[in-house]
Nanobody, 116 residues
Framework: QVQLVESGGGLVQAGGSLRLSCAVS??????????MGWYRQAPGKQRELVAV??????TNYADSVKGRFTISRDNAKMVYLQMNSLKPEDTAVYYCKALVVPRDYWGQGTQVTVSS
């Protein structure tokens, strides 16, 4: 059974920083974990991509977070999202996603609230 567990959300003032973490657990080979990423969903809006990183380290970001957020992974089972210069519009539930061949898995989400 594959599980993704996020941590690191919370309440922060505009201009502040947060670091999200996501761990993949389960009896799986690290070689089956491919692209990992972060998505977010604000109230009344669709879930959107924030950032993704391949197993080889290639990254891609939403235009709205470029230059402020950094995605990284230190091994096949952990992915992070460093969020700097946070804005109120970054407020959302943030979800971790991992492609564990042959399917995607999602975490339960962690709330990020940025106050103005």
């Amino acid at each position: 059974q594959v599980q993704l567990v996020e941590s690191g959300g919370g309440l922060v003032q505009a201009g502040g920083s947060l670091r999200l973490s996501c761990a993949v657990s389960g009896s799986i080979s690290i070689f089956s974990i491919n692209t990992m990423g972060w998505y977010r969903q604000a109230p009344g809006k669709q879930r959107e991509l924030v950032a993704v990183i391949t197993r080889g380290g290639t990254t891609n970001y939403a235009d709205s977070v470029k230059g402020r957020f950094t995605i990284s992974r230190d091994n096949a089972k952990m992915v992070y999202l460093q969020m700097n210069s946070l804005k109120p519009e970054d407020t959302a539930v943030y979800y971790c996603k991992a492609l564990v061949v042959p399917r995607d898995y999602w975490g339960q989400g962690t709330q990020v609230t940025v106050s103005s």
